[in-house]
Every structure is written in structure tokens, then in C-alpha cells.
């Protein structure tokens, strides 16, 4: 089936760094989101992303729909305490209809 | 309002009882999920249900059987669970789409973490 590799699985940072990540896949997709869980809670949407080359903020989050339409990517500035989560990635092809596709997730852990 | 409750928060079950978790969003999505998550790894489908029919079977096995008895509401009826089946059970809607362009977030509700004992 369909696979997402996202990079990295984990990230240790200082606080106030900006963080980078990313999703590959070896199909076409036609949307893109990216989610955030906390422990024992379902995922959050963060930014959802709809047309290649989209580049979409959300107060410190910014990601964007890679032109080729096979990638993503979302960075945080100056990351506070309350970033620290896992980050998944999920896409949807044409051919998936109502089904996403996720990424492993990122683990971000922040040093204060 | 983005809001998906589900209910109960914990769920602690042993292999011979029958439970059912619950599921509502008033969003107007004609779509509803459940997926199951087990620790350190992504939410894995399991059902979907387009305008109150089952569209999607991720070769489930029988004991998990879901029911969407209205657009807003989704259960999924429990019974003879394995311990393997420990996880955190989410539920999610979405519009639906017929494919190509359009909105196709998907929102997700809190959870029910539920051990098999």
C-alpha cells in the first residue's frame, strides 16, 4: 500500500529553535495535513494544504505542498514548551477517496 | 464548531464482556472513521462510513462491529477482545469527497483508551 516517510522520527531542541519536517511519498497526492497529539489525546489538525506549491501559516506553523505533489513540510519558529508532541503528517491521493495515508510522526522534546 | 466527542475516556474490559464506544460530531460531515492506534505509531483505519453506509472495511475482524445510526452518531460494538487489542480508539469525520480537488480535513476525537484484560 501507500507509504509517507516522515523525517525525523524525533527531535531533541532548546527552546526558542526553530524546527523543521518533512514528508516524502512515492505517489501523487492532492492534500496534505499535518497534526499534532499530545499524550493520550487524539491528533489536532494544524494546517491542511490543498494545491502544489501551497504555502500556509498558522500563527508560529508554516507548512507547504511540495510542487512535484509528492512532499510536504512544516517548520515551527521558536518553539515553546507546548510544542512538544508528536507531529504526523497525512496525505490523500485521488485514488485513496475518503482514506489518509500517515506518516510515522516526529517526536519533538524540548529542553527549556 | 471542529468538535468530536467520544465516550468513555477508558475503557478497562475483560476477553468474555460485550462494550460499545460512542462517537458524535455536529459538523454536518457525512463521513465517519474509526481507527485504532496502539502506542508510539500513526492512528490505523479501521471503518468508514459514508451517508450512514459502510464504505470501507479494513478486513477488520468480527469482532468489532461498527454502527452509524444517524449522520451525527457512530458506535463500535465490542465483544471477545484480545489483549492485542489494547489501544487508543479514535474516531473522526470529514466531509465527504468524490475525488479530485476540495476541503477534505478530518477531525478527531479525544479517544477511548481501552484495555483488554
Known amino acids: 500500500g501507500q507509504q509517507l516517510n516522515q523525517s525525523p522520527q524525533s527531535m531533541f531542541i532548546q527552546e526558542g529553535e526553530d524546527v523543521s519536517m518533512n514528508c516524502t511519498s512515492s505517489s501523487i497526492f492532492n492534500t496534505w495535513l499535518w497534526y499534532k497529539q499530545d499524550p493520550g489525546e487524539g491528533p489536532v489538525l494544524l494546517i491542511a494544504l490543498y494545491k502544489a506549491g501551497e504555502l500556509t501559516s498558522n500563527g508560529r506553523l508554516t507548512a507547504q505542498f511540495g510542487i512535484t505533489r509528492k512532499d510536504s513540510f512544516l517548520n515551527i519558529s521558536a518553539s515553546i514548551p507546548s510544542d512538544v508532541g508528536i507531529y504526523f503528517c497525512?496525505?490523500?491521493?485521488?485514488?485513496?477517496?475518503?482514506?489518509?495515508?500517515f506518516g510515522q510522526g516526529t517526536r519533538l522534546t524540548i529542553n527549556p | 464548531d471542529t468538535e468530536v466527542t467520544q465516550t468513555p475516556k477508558h475503557l478497562v474490559m475483560g476477553m468474555t464482556n460485550k462494550k460499545s464506544l460512542k462517537c458524535e460530531q455536529h459538523?454536518?460531515?457525512?463521513?465517519m472513521y474509526w481507527y485504532k492506534q496502539k502506542a508510539k505509531k500513526p492512528p490505523e483505519l479501521m471503518f468508514v462510513?459514508?451517508?450512514?453506509?459502510?464504505?470501507i472495511n479494513e478486513s477488520v475482524p468480527s469482532r468489532f462491529s461498527p454502527e452509524c445510526p444517524n449522520s451525527s452518531l457512530l458506535n463500535l460494538h465490542l465483544h471477545a477482545l484480545q489483549p492485542e487489542d489494547s489501544a487508543l480508539y479514535l474516531c473522526?469525520?470529514?466531509?465527504?469527497?468524490?475525488?479530485?480537488?476540495?476541503?477534505?480535513?478530518?477531525?478527531f476525537g479525544p479517544g477511548t483508551r481501552l484495555t483488554v484484560t
Open positions: 473522526a469525520s470529514s466531509q465527504i469527497m468524490s475525488g479530485g480537488e476540495g476541503a477534505y480535513e478530518q477531525y
Open positions: 459538523m454536518g460531515h457525512r463521513a
Open positions: 497525512a496525505g490523500r491521493s485521488i485514488q485513496g477517496a475518503q482514506k489518509l495515508v
Open positions: 462510513y459514508s451517508y450512514e453506509k459502510l464504505s
